[in-house]
């Protein structure tokens, strides 16, 4: 491979507007992100329409690593380093098994309101980890904001619910860890490597598990194909699970992992607007004004300074 000139970011992104250019393209890409993960907890309550959850679950790593796989043979991309193959491993048990299979089991009994209380509380959880994992030290006003955005969007979510805390909360929570992990191991190894590998890799590195462990769960699990269920399952896959995270790690490594994760603040509401067009979920008068103070909320963690 040819050596990147001097103008082109680690990501592999051309900062042609310099640094203001390039945070700018990383926060819209990071937001292309976000909305694509909006989608899925409604898509995988389609999925589940056809699908057990097991099935689903390894299907969609499945087909998720398929495409990834064809993008690094038809790129002829090489091995990535060892050095940075543990980092991988925690972005493929985190993002590729670990909150996909958590989320899905949860939905089987939780409405996708409830679970969006989990991405609520993710940009929180992930600006924790980067800290405890990579040292990075925000400042007050980015914990004022990030705690506020995170206090409107939970107590919006849970009255959405009801204020009822189900049997699938223990698996929410094990869910936003496990994520968080990921994400922030990801936005490091993006810093160094283009995003949609990082991604791209872990997804190839669970094929050898999800190809049998798929094969034993549509042997098990009854399978009903209609438009919802393989739709649902497609775009988790495809969606979710590979063009999401691209751009999502592409955005991490342009403007950082703590400030790239305070945009999920608005996550849970689309979640919930989604919910509404396609699982024809109503929403309360409530929604609006949480709208406008999480949007004030990630307009002051931009703006913050670490």
């Known amino acids: 491979m040819r050596a990147q000139s001097s103008a082109i970011a680690p990501t592999g992104i051309a900062v042609a507007g310099g640094t203001e250019g390039r945070r700018s393209l990383g926060t819209l890409q990071a937001a292309l992100g976000v909305t694509a993960f909006s989608l899925t907890f409604p898509a995988t309550a389609w999925g589940l329409e056809g699908f057990g959850a097991w099935s689903l679950v390894a299907v969609r790593s499945v087909l998720a690593a398929v495409i990834a796989g064809g993008c690094l043979l038809a790129l002829r991309v090489p091995l990535p380093d060892r050095r940075h193959r543990p980092g991988l491993a925690v972005v493929a048990a985190g993002v590729v098994v670990g909150f996909p299979l958590l989320t899905t089991l949860a939905l089987q009994t939780s409405t996708t309101a409830h679970a969006a209380v989990v991405v609520g509380l993710l940009p929180l959880t992930t600006a924790l980890m980067s800290a405890l994992r990579i040292g990075t030290r925000p ?18 979510t849970v009255q959405q619910s009801g204020g009822a805390l189900t049997a ?18 990801g936005g490091r190894l993006a810093r160094v490597m283009p995003g949609w590998q990082v991604i791209g890799w872990a997804l190839v590195l669970c094929l050898p598990v999800a190809v049998p462990a798929a094969a034993v769960a549509l042997a098990l699990e009854p399978v009903r194909l209609t438009v919802h269920s393989v739709t649902g399952l497609l775009w988790v896959a495809a969606g979710s699970q590979f063009l999401g995270l691209v751009v999502w790690y592409r955005g991490m490594a342009a403007v950082g992992i703590p400030k790239a994760s305070q945009l999920q603040l608005a996550q849970p509401l689309l979640t919930l607007v989604w919910s509404v067009l396609l699982l024809g979920e109503h929403l309360t008068v409530a929604a609006p004004l949480t709208a406008v103070a999480v949007l004030v909320c990630i307009a002051v963690t931009q703006r913050a300074r670490g």
């Open 139 to 156: 400042s007050r006003t980015f914990w004022t904001a990030s705690l506020a955005g995170a206090a409107a969007v939970v107590a919006f």
């Open 168 to 185: 699938a909360d223990g698996l929410l929570f094990a869910a936003l860890l496990v994520c968080a992990a990921g994400y922030t191991e």
